[in-house]
């Protein structure tokens, strides 16, 4: 649709109507560089802004970080006013933010300080966040409030600048649970050698969140597992009252790897008293770590009365194995199930899963068992039993 700029300019906004406001949209967008070179536009463009229906708002908004600074001021005025919608100053945080000039980032924190409105100010927090480093100063002064503390924290959890660091150190000992959190989960990322000890402290938390994500982090520093001695700090978190830390403690370890790891996470995989949820996550572990040590104490646990569902997972990471040197083993702690008429090839999901496996560890001397599983009654075991003997034997028919 054409439309008459000058026609526009001389009419009154509030006479407007949403066809208007959709040509004026079009034909801004149609040629970017109307907006560098008829600054004039910006305010027609603001009152399309103003008086635009939600998708309308929504298109403008692009159009309106195209003016770049010269629409800072006017987009301030309308954050700072108390009576405009919230939708608006919702839209300007928004526009504000992907400005990311110095001269926003005062207004969004007067935003958090003063603003009742709570969506605003999660809003101005996140902004405030993508915005980067230029915004650190002014939360870091935010952080001396206890109303704006945790807003100010989660902006700053989200700065992933190393100049973060020394005012998230502030606050890892603080009263509130998510202020704590947040500030673990952050410093986490950093490779400072005044974090690991804050991690070690945290992973005797009382809140289990900021346990559970201190010991996450130290999964990401491996190369201080001797130094702090972190499978020894790690090893009392397999018994911890929640679940979900015990499940990062395994995690964690089995990425600091080493036989010592498989010797503490074997006693607590076959404890009776261990929930199958975390007997599978050590069960993985074990795999994860790709060492002899590993798979021999998933054959050990084959011995001890396990329930089924665990016995499947053992059978299926043994299937993933990929390092040459492992794969022999694992086939022979799968033939040797079979051979010895093992308890949990009576399942009939679980022999399936032993026929799946030797088939992607591809090994020759696998053939005649699973040639001898083509006759067992159950038919998903033999269907599964030809394709391995396919997978192993290409191109043969079974």
């Known amino acids: 649709m054409a439309i008459d700029i000058p026609q526009f300019l001389q009419k009154s906004p ?3 109507n949403p066809a208007d406001w959709s040509a004026l949209i079009e034909y801004l967008q149609n040629d970017p560089d109307i907006v560098k070179n008829q600054p004039h536009l910006l305010e027609l463009a603001l009152s399309a802004f103003y008086l635009g229906d939600f998708q309308q708002r929504w298109e403008i908004s692009k159009i309106l970080t195209g003016w770049g600074k010269i629409a800072i001021p006017l987009l301030i005025e309308i954050l700072e006013d108390e009576e405009a919608e919230e939708e608006l100053r919702w839209y300007v945080v928004r526009i504000l933010g992907e400005l990311r000039s110095p001269e926003v980032v005062q207004p969004l924190v007067n935003l958090l300080n003063h603003s009742e409105n709570e969506e605003l100010q999660a809003i101005a927090a996140a902004t405030l966040g993508q915005m980067g480093k230029i915004a650190i100063t002014a939360l870091t002064q935010l952080l001396q409030q206890e109303e704006t503390k945790l807003l100010a924290v989660r902006s700053l959890s989200q700065i992933r600048h190393k100049e973060t660091i020394t005012p998230l ?57 001797e130094e702090l001695d972190l499978v020894n700090q790690l090893q009392p978190r397999l018994f911890d009252c929640n679940l979900e830390v015990c499940c990062a403690a395994v995690t964690t370890l089995s990425r600091l790897g080493g036989d010592a790891v498989a010797e503490n996470l074997f006693p607590v995989l076959i404890s009776p008293y261990t929930p199958v949820i975390l007997q599978i996550e050590i069960v993985r572990a074990l795999s994860w770590m790709g060492t002899t040590s590993g798979l ?27 390092q040459s040197d492992l794969t022999l083993l694992a086939t022979d702690i799968l033939l040797e199930l079979l051979e010895h008429k093992h308890p949990a090839t009576a399942v009939n999901s679980v022999k399936s899963a032993i026929a799946l496996s030797l088939g992607h560890l591809h090994l020759p001397k696998a053939i005649p068992s699973l040639t001898l599983l083509l006759n067992e009654p159950d038919p998903q075991v033999r269907l599964h039993a030809m394709a391995a003997l396919k997978a192993i034997r290409p191109g043969e028919e079974k």
Request: glycine share 4%; net charge positive; aromatic share 6%.
């Open 14 to 16: 509030t006479t407007y």
């Open 169 to 225: 150190l502030t606050v890892v000992n603080d009263a509130n649970n998510t202020i704590r959190l947040l500030a673990i989960e952050a410093l986490s990322s950093f490779h400072d050698s005044r974090i690991p000890p804050v991690l070690l402290q945290a992973i005797n938390d009382v809140a289990a969140t900021v346990r559970k994500v201190a010991i996450i982090g130290l999964g990401f520093r491996p190369e201080l597992r």
């Open 296 to 322: 021999k104490y998933l054959q050990t646990a084959f011995s001890h009365p396990l329930s089924p569902t665990v016995w499947q997972e053992m059978v299926i990471v043994l299937g993933r194995v990929k």
